[in-house]
């Protein structure tokens, strides 16, 4: 019930701003809006404006607003009056149906804003260094804090990560110890990564790690073939020594060919954040099952083994290598060695249980600290933070259309109430940079020129713009109706990879 109260309070929010910008404009170029309603469903209350019903509905869950003529079968007949979005300049409808994405963006950079104010910003923290990559030969030490990437500030991994995969020297500053440091690094071309997890009767033991063979066919081949294994498929790798690994697919990733520079971020670290039996806060985890704990790096990796089933191995090949191999933690209790006060304590914890835990919101303190721009510096900060974010969206939605990014990956409702629940349950900081993070895509995609979104309409629009022609409204109304149930139709389908997601 939380969840679904937070979402539905943020999808108002976000939702009541975007149709904001269109009553305002429709209202500036003397459109008539007949109704401006807050929620959906059947009418709560209402209050009579001038020419506008501001209706307060029962689902309290986003909002629309009805601009007269805005349906242009409806238009036809009154093609006469003034007040109808049908007849209005093709400037005027433009701005009118760009006011929206507008206003949801303008959202995003004053949320943003205020979360800088209140919060600062991440560090982007080196956490491990990989030997002889490009970030080892440049000199990159754990510990580092990447400020800057040739010349604009890094808020998070993801910007680094965008101008690395271009492939082009980077300029980096770097604090160092207080320090600020200058260098350039070229990107590294790094081979495919495959991860297997396959279920084994026999125990794995590896003295070579060259692949002679992939299920009967040359190493190179493993690109074609295990993108068609599914669960339950026969797995046979035959190394050069003349060992055999035998199993069952359970399931794998592919990370294909990139540019990196060799590095790891820090993320989460291994401090406990808040009170939760069998731990207390600032418990700091240094060893399970007797392997050591540095760092949430080494928690993280080693949960891999702690949540494989027990006869489950996982391995990962690169450049025709195994260059990784783990088993899962067959004892179904850990052994938690936690540093106290100043003194070890022992936690005796089910797999299950800890797993569960983990997965709190926030449990693990962050392994960064955060920065404060002075004055109102926030504000060109918290803007150029805005910037990235909306270049990285439209990224995504353009490899979403080039297939680089696969359509299951996209978050619909489902997911996205999730997520709100999940950043209600870790705080306003979270709530708040999701709010940014939802308007600001919101604004995005209803830009896309897609019929029935807003960037549909502008196009109708720029097009009566250059031919000085209005759209026939029956043509317009259907468009846009084919348009309305492609959507509805990838509604369903995002809801529905939303629902196994939730059940995998």
């Known amino acids: 019930m939380l969840t679904l109260f937070w979402f539905m309070v943020v999808i108002t929010i976000v939702v009541f701003f975007h149709e904001l910008g269109h009553f305002l404009f429709a209202k500036l170029f003397k459109t008539k809006v007949e109704e401006f309603s807050i929620g959906m469903g059947p009418k709560l209350f209402s209050y009579k404006g001038k020419e506008t019903e501001f209706r307060f509905n029962l689902i309290p869950i986003g909002g629309y607003v009805r601009i007269a003529g805005e349906e242009p079968e409806n238009a036809e007949g009154l093609s006469d009056n003034p007040e109808l979005f049908y007849n209005k300049k093709p400037w005027q409808k433009f701005l009118i149906a760009f006011a929206g994405p507008l206003f949801s963006i303008i959202l995003g950079y004053i949320v943003l804003s205020i979360s800088g104010l209140l919060y600062g910003f991440p560090e982007v923290k080196i956490e491990k260094v990989i030997k002889d990559s490009p970030a080892y030969y440049a000199g990159i030490k754990p510990g580092d804090v990447i400020k800057k990437v040739d010349g604009h500030i890094v808020f998070d991994s993801s910007i680094l990560s965008l101008a690395i995969k271009e492939g082009k020297e980077l300029n980096l500053e ?87 520079i060799g590095v790891y971020f820090a993320t989460f670290s291994n401090v406990i954040n808040k009170d939760i039996s069998p731990f207390k806060k600032e418990d700091k985890i240094i060893a399970i099952n007797g392997k050591k704990i540095s760092n949430g790096l080494d928690l993280i990796d080693l949960l891999s083994s702690i949540s494989m089933s027990p006869d489950d191995n996982l391995i990962t090949i690169s450049n025709n290598k195994i260059t990784e191999v783990k088993k899962s933690i067959n004892s179904e209790t850990l052994n938690i060695i936690t540093l106290r006060n100043g003194k070890k304590a022992e936690i005796q914890l089910s797999k299950s249980k800890f797993l569960s835990i983990l997965q709190e919101p926030l449990i693990l303190k962050f392994a960064f600290d955060k920065w404060r721009p002075k004055g109102l510096e926030v504000i060109s900060v918290s803007f150029q933070w805005a910037n990235t974010l909306l270049r990285a969206m439209v990224d995504v939605i353009g490899q979403l259309f080039t297939g680089k990014v696969k359509t299951t990956d996209v978050m619909g409702p489902v997911g996205i109430a999730g997520a709100v629940g999940q950043a209600a349950k870790a705080g306003p900081e979270a709530l708040i940079s999701l709010i940014a993070l939802i308007t600001l895509n919101l604004g995005i995609v209803n830009l896309l020129p897609i019929p029935a979104l807003d960037g549909g309409r502008i196009v109708f629009s720029i097009y009566e713009m250059i031919t000085g022609k209005r759209t026939n409204p029956k043509i317009e109304a259907t468009i846009h109706t084919i348009g309305f149930l492609i959507l509805m139709g990838l509604f369903v389908y995002f809801t529905y990879n939303d629902i196994l997601r939730f059940f995998k």
């Open 174 to 260: 770097i604090i160092r110890n207080g320090n600020p440091i200058n260098l350039n690094i070229k990107p590294g071309f790094f081979d495919p990564e495959y991860t297997i997890i396959f279920k084994s009767d026999e125990d794995i033991n590896i003295d070579s790690y060259n692949i002679k063979s992939f299920n009967m066919n040359p190493p190179e081949k493993i690109q074609e073939i295990l993108p068609n294994l599914e669960k339950g498929d026969k797995l046979i790798i035959e190394l050069e020594n003349g060992k055999i690994l035998k199993g069952k697919i359970e399931g794998y990733s592919i990370s294909p060919q990139r540019y990196a």
